[in-house]
Every structure is written in C-alpha cells, then in structure tokens.
C-alpha cells in the first residue's frame, strides 16, 4: 500500500463513501482531532503508569478510532461496515472515574495544571479532548453525528482530569492548587 496518493495535492480529501471535501471541512476537522488526542493518549500509556491504566488506555485508543471512522464517514453516501461506539464504552469511563474517585482526596478546589510529565500529558489530552468536543459538537449541527461519539468525548475529557488526579496520588505528588488572588 502506497502512503501517498497524490490526491490531497489541491486541498482537498475524501471521505468514507467517497465524497470530496476541502481539508478545513469540520467533518475533517473532527477526525483530525480525535487523531491528535489518539497519539496523546499513546504518550501517556508510554509513562511509567500502571498496567490496568495502560489497558484503559489501549481500549480508549481503539474507540477513537472507532470514532475516527465514524466521523470520517459521509453518512448520506457510506455504505462501508463501520465499527460501532456503544453505551458499554461509556459505561467503562464512568465506572473507571468511579473507581479513581473512590481513593482520591476530595476535590475542593480548581487544579493547575502540571505535577509531573505524566499528569501534563494527562491535562494535554484533557485539553485537545475538549476541543474535539467542540468541534464534532459544531460538526453535529449540520452534519449526522453519532450521539454516542459526544457522550463519549464528554466522559473522556472527565476520565482524563481523574486520571491526572489518580497518576499524582499515586506517586505522591501534591496537586496545584490554584489559588486566586484577592
């Protein structure tokens, strides 16, 4: 398989089921984002963190690719079998973030950013998930957009912030607290 096609020269791609789009299209916008969150979350699992957090992470992985091609689907001409997101993948984040928040301190305050590499990478992903949010949230306005994708996107921003929380619990480090100036 050649890794150029040469049909991207002019700005524009195509999407699942065929349709041309230029490449500021917000459908590629979205799949874009949810492509740069995916390699955020491989920078964390390549931490020294722990290996259930590494196989959350692995899952999570694999369902925004899931996400990636439902969003890069053109939903009016696709017939391609696209691997579904289901109530169960959000199930696991809630339940996950369940888990953490039963052994983390209660949060009483906002949180800085920052701790250590690991909980950076943590707020990073946190961040570029919010805006892939956003972004597919906009996408949905015009355009068919699983509603399970923005549940998703919503509980994995959530999952993201807990699991900064937990990494620093668990080595330790004391959380930044932001404390504002009177």
Not at 13 to 30: D, F, N
Not at 40 to 48: K, N, S, T, V
Not at 154 to 182: A, C, T
Request: proline share 3%; hydrophobic share 35%; net charge positive.
């Amino acid at each position: 398989m050649k890794i150029y096609t040469k049909t991207g020269d002019k700005g524009q791609t195509s999407l699942i089921g065929g349709t041309r789009v230029p490449k500021y299209h917000l459908r590629i916008e979205s799949y874009g984002t949810i492509d740069e969150l995916n390699s955020y979350i491989g920078l964390i699992r390549d931490q020294h963190i722990s290996v259930h957090q590494k196989d959350i992470l692995k899952q999570i992985q694999d369902r925004l690719f899931t996400i990636g091609a439902l969003l890069a689907s053109d939903p009016e001409k696709s017939k391609m079998k696209i691997p579904d997101l289901k109530m169960e993948d959000i199930v696991l984040l809630e339940q996950e973030i369940d888990k953490m928040n039963v052994v983390l301190p209660e949060l009483k305050n906002f949180i800085l950013p920052g701790g250590n590499t690991t909980i950076s990478f943590c707020h990073l992903a946190r961040c570029i998930c919010r805006r892939a949010e956003r972004v597919t949230v906009q996408l949905a306005e015009s355009s068919e957009v699983n509603k399970n994708v923005l549940i998703y996107l919503n509980r994995l921003s959530d999952f993201l912030f807990v699991l900064g929380r937990m990494i620093g619990f668990e080595q330790k480090i004391s959380e930044n607290i932001w404390q504002p100036r009177s």
